[in-house]
């Protein structure tokens, strides 16, 4: 079982629509939780930090569940430009030295106009 | 202000040559990754380091894949004799403080084809 799993997707949603990703990890002692973004041929980006309490940036709002180690990503009035792929993120709890990040396969999202 | 940059972008050997990939980080970032992309996957975790200490490298699929850091900055990702399995799109990241957990920026990797 991989450590974190996501939906593949593809999700084909139309332009304003609502979406939302979910994904869940298996380190309940995991520490912090992110989603990245990942464009097409391009390098992940950080596209929030997510937190217990839950989050919103703008349409993004992200939401973590540790009792259900479950986190989501919750994007409103979808614009052709968030078309990507969405990495679900989480960095164990630091035993050692490292700060390595644990990413999910990722969920391909493609917005139609 | 510049980012990770990567070199080759592309990188295309023959089975059983040794390659070389190149990291520069952002200037003054102490912590450096190496991450290993397959398609259609998430970037998987190869290799750590803190200014030149290699910390953690228990995601290193062989002993054909070696990194080093050897002055705190640029850092060389190494695999001797490529297999098929290694081709892949190799990313480094860096970030600004050790034991923190500060955002990783990455580059833009380098895409590997073995053939």
């Given amino acids: ?113 | 202000g510049a980012g990770v940059s990567q070199s080759p972008r592309y990188k295309v050997a023959k089975r059983g040559q040794d390659v070389a990939l190149r990291c520069d980080p952002i200037s003054g970032h102490v912590s450096l990754f190496w991450y290993q992309q397959a398609l259609g996957q998430g970037p998987e975790f190869l290799t750590y380091f803190q200014n030149e200490a290699q910390l953690d490298k228990s995601g290193l699929p062989s002993d054909r894949f070696f990194a080093e850091r050897p002055e705190g900055s640029v850092s060389t990702l190494k695999i001797q004799r490529t297999q098929q399995e290694d081709s892949a799109v190799y990313l480094c990241a860096s970030s600004a403080i050790a034991g923190v957990s500060y955002e990783q920026y990455f580059g833009p990797g380098t895409r590997l084809t073995v053939t």
Avoid: H
């Fill in chain 1, 1 to 113: 079982r991989k450590e974190v799993e996501q939906d593949p997707g593809p999700f084909n949603v139309p332009e304003g629509a609502t979406v939302a990703f979910n994904c869940t990890y298996s380190n309940s002692a995991s520490q912090s939780f992110f989603w990245y973004r990942q464009d097409c041929r391009k390098e992940p980006k950080l596209l929030m930090s997510v937190y217990s309490s839950g989050n919103e940036d703008g349409r993004f709002t992200a939401q973590l569940n540790r009792a259900s180690q479950y986190i989501s990503l919750l994007i409103r009035d979808s614009k052709l430009s968030d078309s990507a792929t969405y990495l679900c993120v989480v960095k164990p709890v630091g035993g050692g030295a490292t700060n390595k990040l644990i990413f999910g396969t990722g969920t391909l999202l493609a917005v139609q106009p």
